[in-house]
């Protein structure tokens, strides 16, 4: 994330950005110390409840709050979509529409940070997730460029005994992605 929100960030800029999936305040946390306006977005009410109250007590204009399925909402024009551990929540079927989205959303050099899960994912097994193998990740990425990209497979230290199988990736937005 640090990688993506300083090659999105513009001096004098509108500088908004928007986190799919939000799942917790340590993204939008993190992009509001740093000067982002943050639209934090999350189908579940009870993860948005630690921002609610944040904003309440620090009164934040900067921050953002939508309770709704990314999948079906409206994306605001922004400079950097971050979406961690969300695109497989978008199911093959819906997947392409969502990156559209994400790609006519982002301003012209704006950045993309987030995850896709892989072939050997758990999530593979079940057909309602996203899952790519490296090969066609990369085609499906090359109108945009590469900033950073991670291939993790392994267990995870959150759990142990799930098998993990996911691209970290920071992409900037060509004229030729939209």
């Not at 946390?29 to 009870?46: C, M, N, T």
């Not at 997947?95 to 982002?106: D, G, V």
């Not at 109108?143 to 959150?158: L, P, T, V």
């Amino acid at each position: 994330m640090v990688v993506a929100a300083d090659l999105a960030w513009r001096a004098g800029g509108a500088n908004i950005a928007l986190d799919l999936g939000c799942g917790s305040e340590r993204v939008p946390f993190y992009l509001l110390e740093r000067g982002w306006h943050v639209i934090a977005v999350d189908q579940d009410p009870s993860v948005l409840t630690g921002l609610r109250n944040f904003k309440r007590i620090r009164s934040d204009e900067a921050l953002s709050i939508v309770c709704a399925d990314f999948n079906t909402m409206v994306f605001p024009d922004v400079s950097l979509i971050h979406a961690g551990y969300a695109l497989h929540h978008a199911s093959p079927e819906q997947f392409a529409e969502l990156w559209s989205k994400i790609s006519t959303a982002l301003s012209p050099d704006g950045v993309f940070a987030g995850h896709f899960f892989g072939e050997h994912d758990q999530f593979a097994k079940d057909d309602r997730f996203s899952v790519f193998r490296a090969e066609a990740l990369r085609k499906f990425l090359a109108d945009w460029r590469i900033e950073h990209w991670n291939e993790f497979r392994g267990y995870g230290h959150r759990d142990p005994s799930r098998w993990w199988h996911f691209f970290t990736v920071v992409a900037r937005k060509q004229e030729a992605s939209v």
